[in-house]
């Protein structure tokens, strides 16, 4: 457009000098000065003038055309790319959701392990909250010894242990004392003893101490859950 413009300005400057000499010799072709030849060349540079200045003005004009045209192209595209990026968006917050939907359909066990039992079968629907399998965490391996409340003043925390598997008789394992429950076994289960009536005969608890297990990883792999052994604490 600029451009354009500028060329404009020329074609007037040459057809203000074109103008010019026209009338100049106009007036010395009148007083027989000059020849009509060169008036007829004037007159002609004269006409040039004035079409190339016309010629100017519509390339101009077509430019400042294209100008507009571009300009509202551009708020067109603008609109359009506003409306492009909306879909966009919206397409992403779809395929985040159903990324979410799809994540459901992974159940992950709070820990690792083993599945001990399993409570659904293939191709069964199952419920929020519904139970699916008994898991036993392989990582945590230990023994939970019920002591006579009579023997708990001489084992402490940390002290070691010794202990046979039932199932493998020939093996040593070795151990150490972790912690001691907070209640007996007695308080502890399903229906513990209510002595409210006031026939109170007096039994010697026993009270749960969980032992750390110290083996190779080859022996940790024989043990399972459930098993009887027979656990002999150092107290000296």
Same mark, same amino acid.
């Given at each position: 457009?600029?451009?354009?413009?500028?060329?404009?300005?020329?074609?007037?400057?040459?057809?203000?000098?074109?103008?010019?000499?026209?009338?100049?010799?106009?007036?010395?072709?009148?007083?027989?000065?000059?020849?009509?030849?060169?008036?007829?060349?004037?007159?002609?540079?004269?006409?040039?003038?004035?079409?190339?200045?016309?010629?100017?003005?519509?390339?101009?004009?077509?430019?400042?055309?294209?100008?507009?045209?571009?300009?509202?192209?551009?708020?067109?595209?603008?609109?359009?790319?506003?409306?492009?990026?909306?879909?966009?968006?919206?397409?992403?917050?779809?395929?985040?959701?159903?990324?979410? /939907?799809?994540?459901?359909?992974? %159940? @992950?066990?709070? !820990? #690792?392990?083993?599945?001990?039992? +399993?409570?659904?079968?293939?191709?069964?629907?199952?419920?929020?909250?519904?139970?699916?399998?008994?898991?036993?965490?392989?990582?945590?391996?230990?023994?939970?010894?019920?002591?006579?409340?009579?023997?708990?003043?001489?084992?402490?925390?940390?002290?070691?242990?010794?202990?046979?598997?039932?199932?493998?008789?020939?093996?040593?394992?070795?151990?150490?004392?972790?912690?001691?429950?907070?209640?007996?076994?007695?308080?502890?289960?399903?229906?513990?003893p209510d002595n409210a009536t006031g026939?109170?005969?007096?039994?010697? /608890?026993?009270?749960?101490?969980? %032992? @750390?297990?110290? !083996? #190779?990883?080859?022996?940790?792999? +024989?043990?399972?859950?459930?098993?009887?052994?027979?656990?002999?604490?150092?107290?000296?």
């Amino acid at each position: 457009v600029e451009a354009a413009k500028s060329n404009v300005a020329a074609a007037n400057v040459k057809l203000n000098l074109a103008q010019k000499d026209y009338a100049r010799y106009e007036n010395l072709v009148k007083d027989g000065s000059i020849t009509q030849q060169a008036f007829d060349q004037a007159k002609a540079t004269k006409e040039s003038a004035e079409a190339a200045k016309q010629s100017a003005i519509a390339a101009y004009q077509a430019a400042q055309d294209q100008y507009n045209a571009a300009v509202k192209q551009v708020g067109t595209t603008q609109s359009q790319l506003a409306v492009s990026s909306n879909v966009i968006s919206q397409r992403q917050s779809d395929i985040d959701f159903a990324k979410l /939907q799809l994540s459901y359909t992974d %159940i @992950k066990a709070p !820990a #690792s392990g083993i599945v001990s039992k +399993k409570n659904i079968q293939k191709g069964q629907l199952v419920q929020a909250g519904q139970a699916l399998f008994s898991v036993v965490n392989d990582g945590s391996i230990y023994v939970t010894a019920n002591f006579k409340e009579t023997q708990l003043e001489k084992i402490k925390s940390g002290s070691k242990v010794e202990i046979e598997v039932d199932a493998y008789p020939e093996e040593k394992i070795q151990g150490e004392v972790y912690n001691f429950s907070p209640i007996t076994g007695a308080k502890g289960s399903l229906l513990p003893p209510d002595n409210a009536t006031g026939n109170f005969v007096k039994v010697v /608890q026993r009270v749960p101490v969980k %032992i @750390k297990i110290h !083996a #190779s990883k080859e022996m940790l792999a +024989k043990l399972r859950p459930g098993m009887s052994v027979k656990a002999s604490v150092s107290t000296n």
